[in-house]
């Protein structure tokens, strides 16, 4: 790499195991409070894994989550880390109408802001449920005060996506910035980089050298992604879910905390705040 090294942004979307978009059809919204929490131990292992290398996330919280273990969000704000907004309750922007979501994301960064007496900036749609359908997000989201969102994924996929939008950060609204999870492009086409799903599947060797092209070629930082029930290869198994479903929640989950480990020592990290709203990358680097 030549030139001023850059800094990528460590995201965490803190969710429990049960409110993945991709079991809703198994797991009821009233069954939540009956099942075991494991979010809590599982951010304190994240916690603890960004003590020891020194480095500083944006933690995307659950409304519902703050709600129930607001000592957790004063760990994550006391840890150094940037608490910023994933909704109350998982629901997808594109499941909402225009007032719904702006009751969602309003209610949850007061409450947010109120636990933990710090001003939240950012927000993530659940499953990147931003898209050409409901453009009147974004205002939703500048009109309640945030001041970015990272809320498109600009591939092609069968739950999400918006293969056309910009690659990388560009402003939507006057005071509202998008800052896309990472992709690559390959012909003509963008593929994920960023985390997820596809850090569990891919190789790590893979995985590090499609970020390190972003930084290289491309000149950006790059933005990963990941949940805490990623780490968790105890967490219950859920009975009757689809083949597809179960392949793409439980695959390789017990080599994802090793992996992030070698992730977080491959290359320089930072909060979404410092690396798009801040200094740490040079001006050049922003859209």
């Not at 030549?2 to 942004?9: E, L, R, S, Y």
């Not at 989201?141 to 001041?147: F, M, N, Q, S, T």
């Not at 950006?220 to 805490?228: D, E, M, R, V």
Request: one cysteine or more; glycine letters at 8%.
């Amino acid at each position: 790499m030549t030139g001023q090294p850059i800094t990528n942004a460590l995201t965490i979307d803190v969710e429990d195991y049960f409110q993945v978009s991709a079991l809703a059809p198994y797991i009821p919204r009233d069954q939540w409070d009956s099942r075991e929490c494991r979010v809590e131990r599982n951010v304190e292992r994240i916690l603890s894994m960004l003590d020891e290398q020194q480095t500083a996330a944006t933690f995307f919280t659950l409304g519902w989550i703050a709600e129930r273990y607001p000592h957790l969000v004063r760990r994550i704000v006391d840890g150094g880390h940037e608490l910023a907004s994933h909704g109350y309750g998982h629901q997808r922007a594109s499941d909402l109408s225009e007032a719904e979501f702006a009751a969602d994301v309003g209610s949850a960064k007061k409450l947010l802001e109120d636990i933990s007496g710090q001003e939240v900036s950012g927000y993530r749609a659940p499953s990147f449920s931003i898209g050409e359908g409901n453009l009147w997000a974004f205002d939703c989201l500048e009109r309640a005060g945030y001041r970015y969102s990272s809320s498109v994924y600009p591939i092609r996929h069968d739950h999400y996506g918006m293969p056309d939008a910009p690659r990388f950060a560009h402003r939507v609204r006057a005071g509202l910035l998008e800052l896309p999870v990472t992709t690559v492009r390959f012909f003509d086409r963008n593929w994920p980089a960023s985390g997820g799903g596809y850090f569990r599947l891919l190789p790590y060797p893979l995985s590090r050298w499609l970020m390190r092209k972003v930084n290289e070629l491309d000149r950006q930082p790059a933005i990963f992604y990941f949940h805490p029930w990623e780490i968790d290869a105890e967490q219950p198994r859920i009975p009757g879910i689809s083949a597809k479903t179960r392949f793409r929640h439980y695959v390789n989950l017990q080599y994802t905390e090793g992996r992030l480990k070698r992730l977080l020592g491959d290359f320089r990290w930072g909060r979404m705040d410092e690396v798009f709203l801040g200094t740490a990358n040079p001006p050049s680097a922003l859209n």
